[in-house]
C-alpha cells in the first residue's frame, strides 16, 4: 500500500539553529589558509595556470562538504578571477547553497531531527526550490540556472546572493550544474516534490557538463569530496565526449579528500577496500590512462582550497 505522501508535515526554518551560517564563511584575503605543502601541488598549480593561459577549461567538481566547510566566497572569487570555468555538484550543494542565500544558514543537526521525522521537512527551502526546478524545467533550463533565474525573479526571498555560488556563476555566464540521484535530498521529501522536472533539468545540466568536458584537452579537472556522483558523472561526460571524436588526452586531474589511499598509480584487487573508491578510478587513473596525470591529495578542504586560491592569485 502506497504511503499518503500528501499528509507528511513540513515546517518553517525560520528561526532553526544552523550549524553554518554566514557569519561562519571564510573570506579569501582576509582568513589566513592554513600551512599546507605535499608533492605534486606545484605541478597542479601551474597545470590549472597553463590551463587558463591557453583558453583551457577548469572544471570544479564537489560535494556538500565544501559548502558546509563555509568556502562558498573562494569558488566564486576562482570563477571572478577566471581560475574555474564550471562548477557542478550533487543536490546537497544546491540546498546548502540555496538555503544560505535565502536563510543566511544552513546544515541542520540531524541526528536529532531524524528520530523524530523533522530531518529536511522546510517548508520554504523545499517548496521555493521545487517551484523553482519545475518552473525551469518547463522553460528547458538547466537545474542550476533554474534556481538563479528563480532567485532573480525573487529578490524579496534572497538577500544573500553575494555569497551564493550558483547565482554568482549564472551572473558570470558561468555553468552551475547539478547532478542529481532521486531520493537523496530533502526536497525529494516534500509533498509536491516534481521528479520528472528533477530530472529533466539535471538532464540538460548532464549535457552542460559533458560540453565542458569535450574541451578539456588541455584542461584542468578538480573533485573535491564527492566519492559518488561527481566522479560518475565525469567519467560518463569524457566517455561521450571521446565517442564524439574529441581528441582529450593530455588532461589533469585531482581528487581532495580525506582519505588516505597510499600510492594511488599502483595496481589493487578487489579485495582492497580502496579498489572500490570511485574517485580513485574514475578521477585519477582512467581519465589520464592516454596521456597528462592524476593526483589524490589527502587534506581538509578548509585547508586545500584556501592554500589553492592563495598559491593562484599570488602567483
Known amino acids: ?28 584575503g582576509v582568513s589566513k589558509p592554513p600551512e599546507w605543502a605535499c608533492p605534486g601541488l606545484d605541478e597542479l598549480i601551474a597545470r590549472i595556470r597553463s590551463a587558463r593561459q591557453n583558453g583551457r577549461p577548469v572544471i570544479l567538481s564537489m560535494g556538500a562538504h565544501v559548502i558546509k566547510n563555509g568556502l562558498s566566497r573562494y569558488l566564486i572569487e576562482l570563477m571572478r578571477r577566471g581560475f574555474v570555468t564550471h562548477v ?16 543566511g544558514g544552513t546544515s541542520e543537526d540531524v541526528p536529532t531531527a531524524i528520530e523524530d521525522g523533522s530531518f529536511g521537512m522546510w ?27 528563480y532567485m532573480d525573479a525573487h529578490p524579496e526571498r534572497f538577500p544573500y546572493t553575494d555569497d551564493c555560488v550558483l547565482y554568482q556563476a549564472y551572473k558570470l555566464g558561468i555553468p552551475a550544474t547539478y547532478h542529481i540521484a532521486l531520493g537523496t535530498d530533502i526536497i525529494h521529501q516534500h509533498p509536491n516534490a516534481d521528479f520528472g522536472a528533477f530530472g529533466k533539468t539535471s538532464g540538460v545540466d548532464f549535457h552542460k557538463i559533458c560540453e565542458s568536458v569535450a574541451e578539456l584537452e588541455g584542461g584542468v579537472y578538480l573533485n ?3 566519492a559518488v556522483i561527481g566522479p560518475e558523472v565525469f567519467l560518463k561526460a569524457l566517455s561521450i565526449a571521446r565517442n564524439l571524436g574529441n581528441p582529450i588526452a593530455n588532461i589533469t586531474t585531482a581528487n581532495f579528500d580525506l582519505l588516505k589511499l597510499g600510492d594511488v598509480r599502483a595496481r589493487i584487487g578487489h579485495d582492497d577496500p580502496h579498489y572500490y573508491y570511485r574517485p580513485r578510478k574514475n578521477i ?32
Open 1 to 28: 500500500m502506497l504511503l499518503d505522501y500528501s499528509k507528511i508535515k513540513m515546517q518553517s526554518a525560520r528561526g532553526r539553529t544552523n550549524l553554518v551560517t554566514r557569519e561562519t564563511l571564510l573570506t579569501p
Open 88 to 103: 557542478a555538484g550533487n543536490g546537497a550543494c544546491s540546498i546548502h547553497d540555496f538555503e544560505l542565500c535565502w536563510l
Open 123 to 149: 517548508e520554504e527551502t523545499c517548496s521555493w526550490m521545487v517551484a523553482a526546478i519545475s518552473e525551469g524545467a518547463e522553460r528547458g533550463y538547466g537545474y542550476g540556472e533554474a534556481l538563479a533565474r
Open 224 to 226: 573535491f569530496g564527492s
Open 284 to 315: 585519477v587513473n582512467r581519465p589520464t590512462s592516454r596521456g597528462g596525470i592524476g593526483w589524490h591529495f589527502t587534506v581538509d578542504h578548509k585547508v586545500s582550497l584556501p592554500n589553492l586560491y592563495a598559491r593562484l592569485i599570488e602567483e
